[in-house]
């Protein structure tokens, strides 16, 4: 149980999106009292009813809330929403821990993944705005910690296989309708995302940045620097939308400083709270996005050395995006600083 927020009064803006109720499910999940709880989100939301615990909580128009109601304000609900009612909730006294993209890179704000890094917050003068980083940055930092603590990063080569719901109830609804749609034996016609993603994958999330990599890839390059401190790690990244609803994937390759020893590595990992190793793959035990779904770890699998450099490996890691790659992260950064 999150005992620290038994008695602190809670503000989810967004409350009406996939991450938003999710953060209502863990909350709940953690016998956090309704009365502790209020939900916010755009005009267009509110009036609307959430059940919480046999409550019914009713969703404010959040340009009518007033923060100094409130110690902690868990963002979800866009880079705009974000940037104009973040600051008027820290002047009001309201801690804000914002899981858009808005705030991530400000150097006077910390990037906080719990398990890795909570001991930066010591670093920031204001502890007021805290980011939550991207979903898929979170699962790999979690599963690069602990090697880079035994090994030393050199380089890292990810790609990502990414749920629809990273990209929004919109997102889910355009996969289920396609699906539908193509067994029909019909013509797809995209909407939300740029190409048929029912039977297919695209390479591509978000828009594309001036040096051809897109803004997801580069947030992930990005962040896992902040987050880890190895500004002189050379990170390269793919990212992919998949034909999955939740559960964010991660190949990734790692080059070290110092020569790999497999069972230290895996035995890292497996020890690393938070994070679980699901490796035998010759009994096919390994994790999928499925086995991911509603659980709070990181699941790490498919871990193996190099077979022609003795200072790299590659593993597979699997997490629950709106989870640990969201609403978790930012319930934990919550529970540390209230």
Same mark, same amino acid.
């Given at each position: 149980?999150?005992?620290?927020?038994?008695?602190?009064?809670?503000?989810?803006?967004?409350?009406?999106?996939?991450?938003?109720?999710?953060?209502?499910?863990?909350?709940?999940?953690?016998?956090?009292?309704?009365?502790?709880? /209020?939900?916010?989100? /755009?005009?267009?939301?509110?009036?609307?009813?959430?059940?919480?615990?046999?409550?019914?909580?009713?969703?404010?128009?959040?340009?009518?809330?007033?923060?100094?109601?409130?110690?902690?304000?868990?963002?979800? *609900?866009?880079?705009?929403?974000?940037?104009?009612? =973040?600051?008027? =909730?820290?002047?009001?006294?309201?801690? #804000?821990?914002?899981?858009?993209?808005?705030?991530?890179?400000?150097?006077? @704000?910390?990037?906080?993944?719990?398990?890795?890094?909570?001991?930066?917050?010591?670093?920031?003068? $204001?502890?007021?705005?805290?980011?939550?980083? $991207?979903? /898929?940055?979170?699962?790999?930092?979690?599963?690069?910690?602990?090697?880079?603590?035994?090994?030393?990063?050199?380089?890292?080569?990810?790609?990502?296989?990414? *749920?629809?719901?990273? *990209?929004?109830?919109?997102? @889910?609804?355009?996969?289920?309708?396609?699906? +539908?749609?193509?067994?029909? =034996? &019909?013509?797809?016609?995209?909407?939300?995302? &740029?190409?048929?993603?029912?039977?297919? %994958?695209?390479?591509?999330?978000?828009?594309?940045?001036?040096?051809?990599?897109?803004?997801?890839?580069?947030?992930?390059?990005?962040?896992? &620097?902040?987050?880890?401190?190895?500004?002189?790690?050379?990170?390269? +990244?793919?990212? %992919?939308?998949?034909?999955?609803? #939740?559960?964010?994937?991660?190949?990734?390759?790692?080059?070290?400083?110092?020569?790999?020893?497999?069972?230290?590595?895996?035995?890292?990992?497996?020890?690393?709270?938070?994070?679980? @190793?699901?490796?035998?793959?010759?009994?096919?035990?390994? =994790?999928?996005?499925?086995?991911?779904?509603?659980?709070?770890?990181?699941?790490?699998?498919?871990?193996?050395?190099?077979?022609?450099?003795?200072?790299?490996?590659?593993?597979?890691?699997?997490?629950?995006?709106?989870?640990?790659? +969201? +609403?978790?992260?930012?319930?934990?950064?919550?529970? %540390?600083?209230?």
């Amino acid at each position: 149980m999150i005992v620290s927020l038994l008695n602190c009064k809670v503000i989810i803006v967004g409350a009406t999106g996939r991450v938003g109720r999710e953060m209502l499910s863990i909350l709940a999940e953690n016998r956090i009292p309704a009365e502790n709880i /209020s939900l916010a989100a /755009s005009s267009r939301s509110a009036g609307s009813v959430l059940k919480y615990m046999g409550s019914n909580l009713e969703v404010a128009d959040l340009s009518a809330m007033n923060f100094a109601d409130y110690e902690i304000g868990l963002f979800s *609900a866009g880079r705009e929403i974000s940037c104009k009612y =973040a600051p008027i =909730a820290n002047e009001a006294g309201c801690v #804000v821990i914002d899981n858009t993209s808005y705030f991530r890179m400000f150097d006077d @704000v910390p990037l906080i993944v719990p398990e890795v890094n909570l001991a930066d917050l010591e670093k920031y003068n $204001n502890k007021k705005l805290i980011a939550n980083p $991207n979903c /898929s940055t979170i699962q790999m930092v979690m599963a690069l910690k602990p090697l880079h603590d035994l090994f030393g990063l050199k380089e890292i080569v990810a790609s990502t296989y990414q *749920a629809t719901s990273g *990209a929004g109830q919109k997102g @889910v609804d355009e996969l289920m309708s396609q699906t +539908a749609i193509v067994m029909s =034996a &019909k013509n797809v016609t995209p909407s939300h995302f &740029k190409k048929q993603i029912a039977f297919n %994958v695209i390479p591509q999330i978000d828009s594309f940045a001036d040096c051809s990599y897109t803004k997801e890839e580069l947030k992930m390059m990005n962040e896992t &620097k902040k987050i880890l401190e190895i500004q002189d790690v050379k990170i390269t +990244a793919t990212c %992919v939308r998949v034909p999955v609803v #939740v559960g964010h994937c991660v190949s990734v390759f790692v080059r070290f400083q110092n020569r790999v020893d497999l069972e230290s590595a895996k035995t890292s990992l497996d020890e690393f709270n938070g994070v679980k @190793v699901i490796d035998d793959p010759q009994n096919f035990e390994f =994790a999928t996005p499925i086995d991911a779904v509603s659980k709070d770890d990181v699941f790490v699998s498919r871990i193996r050395k190099h077979p022609a450099d003795d200072y790299a490996l590659s593993f597979w890691c699997v997490g629950d995006n709106l989870r640990k790659g +969201a +609403a978790l992260n930012a319930i934990q950064i919550a529970s %540390v600083i209230s």
